[in-house]
């Protein structure tokens, strides 16, 4: 059950109290997914290292990458229930015990592999271990479904926006890490060193979460009536679309960062050959360093500040500043515009993602949260690869000839600039344009005022929303 709010003194700001209680336990179990978050990431960024270092292969490194979110898109409903179909820890525990098994089988293939054979892309050995490596990071996404879950479980609801602030940061402070800990690990010693240091962070983690109590009980649907059932088994999808559908505005919320994901595919694709064609290889991989520690401070910045009575507006402003900051860097071909337009955006994220998540824990039931969150993964996930995917020969093949000599170099070129890097920043212009003008709208949207009315009316009844059967 939900931990029972403690009332605040009058004028008194709430804050989050991570030495006693429930709140306790959260703290724990946060810093336990913080501590595998940083080893399942570490071995999808190590592998792909490695991966390159072994081929020179662009193409393997991109495949790696392919595999990764395509399985996450498809796994994220199944996850779901199985978070809501089962108890927290159990799920948690599961899945560090799942990942140790197939880094152990990993491990083993690397060291039973002759020398040489992982540098041929064709071959079959470097397939299945690539596979089976990113299957046991795949194995580790059901905790960050149930983290989202376990704040609405053991966190009072009025500080849960600065819960869901410090889950973001555990998500930076992950990125930050791990990018250091991968290319130590891939120098000294290849995947070797890699899997050896996974296998040895689970096996604590899971022997630490064995020691963490957490008050919970057999998970219960409701009936119409509020009266408790068992909860429906299975994956349920056509449960959760009816849950997701009856929430007045919820639908058009997941479909909205369903198409930020989409258009923010093109800077996933053409980032790092932007930035590239700016700076050093070395420089490059600092200033993401720096740039993954501010993420950092946007998350405490939200678990410090919180997110206010209205987030659903809070995330509608903060994409509209990213966007704004995202569409005007590319002006001028600068890296202190590019580092300055990415301080922006990775302040504002955490309080995006924290938006979206205490929206989520209000308005849906907490035996369906993780099926939505899951629903929501897989929505949200599935685009950015198709825009990632199509965007690469869209820019090489028809926006790079027509900034280099064509109408477009002949029309903005003698003040935009011509060739290769200003095509990619022509790109980066026109798809912030849209997401601005994509996020204006929806403040503007009966959507946009549905789903905060929802959120304000369960804020104001203290309504527990019951799943639609």
């Known amino acids: 059950m939900p931990a029972p709010e403690v009332p605040e003194a009058a004028g008194a700001s709430p804050r989050l109290d991570l030495r006693s209680g429930s709140q306790r336990v959260f703290a724990h179990l946060l810093v336990n997914s913080a501590v595998v978050s940083v080893v399942n990431y570490t071995v999808w960024f190590a592998v792909t290292f490695w991966i390159f270092l ?54 083993a293939v690397y060291l039973l592999t002759p020398e040489g054979v992982f540098g041929d892309v064709a071959s079959w050995q470097l397939w299945v271990f690539v596979v089976l490596c990113m299957a046991g990071v795949v194995a580790g996404n059901p905790r960050g479904i149930a983290l989202p879950t376990l704040v609405t479980l053991l966190v009072p609801e009025d500080v849960r926006d600065r819960a869901n602030g410090l889950v973001g940061t555990v998500v930076g402070s992950s990125m930050l890490v791990t990018s250091v800990i991968s290319g130590v690990l891939v120098a000294s010693g290849g995947m070797q060193h890699v899997l050896l240091l996974a296998l040895v962070v689970l096996v604590v983690s899971v022997l630490h979460l064995a020691r963490v109590q957490v008050p919970e009980r057999r998970v219960a649907a409701a009936d119409a009536a509020g009266d408790p059932v068992e ?92 966007w704004t900051a995202t569409m005007l860097f590319p002006l001028t071909s600068s890296v202190v515009t590019l580092t300055a337009a990415m301080v922006v955006f990775m302040a504002l994220m955490p309080f995006a993602e924290a938006a979206e998540q205490t929206v989520l824990q209000r308005v849906v039931p907490y035996e369906r949260q993780g099926r939505v969150f899951g629903f929501a993964q897989s929505v949200e996930q599935s685009a950015a690869p198709v825009t990632a995917f199509l965007v690469g020969p869209i820019t090489q093949f028809l926006v790079v000839p027509l900034m280099t000599d064509g109408a477009g170099a002949a029309a ?29 709208l929806a403040l503007a949207s009966p959507q946009y005022r549905a789903l905060a009315a929802s959120y304000a009316r369960a804020a104001t009844t203290d309504e527990v929303p019951v799943a639609p059967r």
């Not at 979110?69 to 089962?86: C, K, M, P």
Request: net charge positive; glycine share 16%; charged share 10%.
């Open 231 to 322: 909860a429906v088994g299975g994956v349920d999808l056509r449960g959760t679309w009816r849950l997701v559908r009856g929430v007045p505005g919820l639908v058009a919320l997941i479909a909205f960062s369903c198409f930020n994901n989409l258009i923010g595919g093109a800077f996933m694709a053409l980032m790092d050959a932007y930035g590239l064609s700016l700076v050093s290889v070395q420089a490059w991989g600092l200033l993401w360093g720096g740039l993954s520690a501010v993420m950092i401070v946007g998350g405490l910045l939200v678990a410090r500040l919180g997110l206010g009575r209205r987030p659903v507006r809070l995330l509608l402003l903060v994409n509209a500043g990213a």
């Open 412 to 440: 903005i070129g003698s003040w935009f600039g011509t060739g290769q890097t200003r095509a990619i920043a022509l790109v980066f212009v026109v798809t912030g344009l849209v997401g601005l003008v994509a996020t204006l």
């Open 54 to 107: 072994e081929t020179r292969s662009v193409f393997a490194t991109g495949m790696v990458a392919g595999i990764f979110v395509v399985a996450t898109a498809a796994t994220g409903i199944w996850f779901g229930s199985l978070v809501d179909n089962h108890r927290k820890r159990a799920v948690m525990q599961g899945s560090a015990l799942v990942s140790t098994a197939v880094y152990g089988v990993c491990l």
